[in-house]
């Protein structure tokens, strides 16, 4: 059995879903983490003093979350493939992607932390300061560095609807003659061809008769209410 290209963007697909996933959860730890360790920091600080939202924390919160949400349903896209649904995760991803890009562009790039921070923190404080100020530059490298592997598995998933899902048969031609038919006929193959089918289309396509999806559940058990009432 050997294993053809579908199948091998099936397997690239799930395995970086996968690790999206990971690093997604731990994102999001280290957001909580952080954010735990802010309203502590703050809490040393005057009661007279100002504090400003940090929302490179919760930027980076939310991209972690989306990240965990969309590496779900590529998941779920990848084990329960169709032409549809492949093509509704790419508009999914990409819009997910634009809007992550927007976020980051926003909230790390249009807002000068390094000087904002300092007019809340003073000099006394300067541990936390320095604190902040360092994961500040860990969030803005984490939520870059999360679109790498988004903008991979949008290219796997591209290329996969590109060539197409269904699976298909690979027909092998042996070297090796057949001598049981003879030369003199000429209609005889003077090759044997044999059919190799890859393993992971063989399981897609007995998943996809096995199963029915829930249109044609419904259309079949309207199909037999009518023709219940019209023999009635």
């Not at 969309?70 to 995760?89: D, E, K, R, T």
């Not at 300067?126 to 500040?136: A, G, K, N, P």
Request: proline share 3%.
């Amino acid at each position: 059995m050997t294993k053809c290209s579908r199948c091998w963007l099936h397997d690239s697909i799930r395995i970086v879903n996968l690790i999206i996933n990971l690093l997604g959860v731990a994102m999001i730890i280290y957001c909580l983490w952080l954010q735990k360790k802010w309203m502590e920091g703050v809490a040393e600080l005057p009661q007279s003093t100002s504090i400003p939202k940090l929302w490179f924390i919760n930027a980076s919160l939310g991209v972690g979350i989306t990240v965990c949400l969309s590496a779900i349903c590529g998941h779920m896209v990848a084990n329960c493939i169709s032409n549809y649904a492949l093509c509704a995760y790419i508009f999914a991803i990409c819009s997910s992607l634009l809007l992550e890009v927007a976020v980051i562009v926003a909230i790390f790039f249009k807002i000068d932390w390094r000087k904002e921070i300092p007019k809340y923190i003073d000099e006394h404080h300067y541990e936390f300061r320095s604190f902040v100020i360092f994961h500040l530059e860990m969030c803005r490298f984490t939520v870059i560095f999360m679109l790498l592997p988004q903008i991979y598995v949008t290219v796997l998933a591209s290329i996969l609807c590109a060539i197409g899902i269904e699976p298909f048969d690979q027909h092998v031609a042996s070297a090796i003659p057949d001598f049981t038919h003879s030369f003199l006929v000429p209609n005889s193959s003077a090759l044997h061809v044999s059919a190799q089918t890859c393993r992971g289309c063989e399981i897609l396509r007995g998943r996809t008769h096995r199963r029915r999806s829930f249109i044609s559940v419904v259309e079949s058990w309207l199909t037999m209410i009518l023709q219940r009432r019209n023999t009635v």
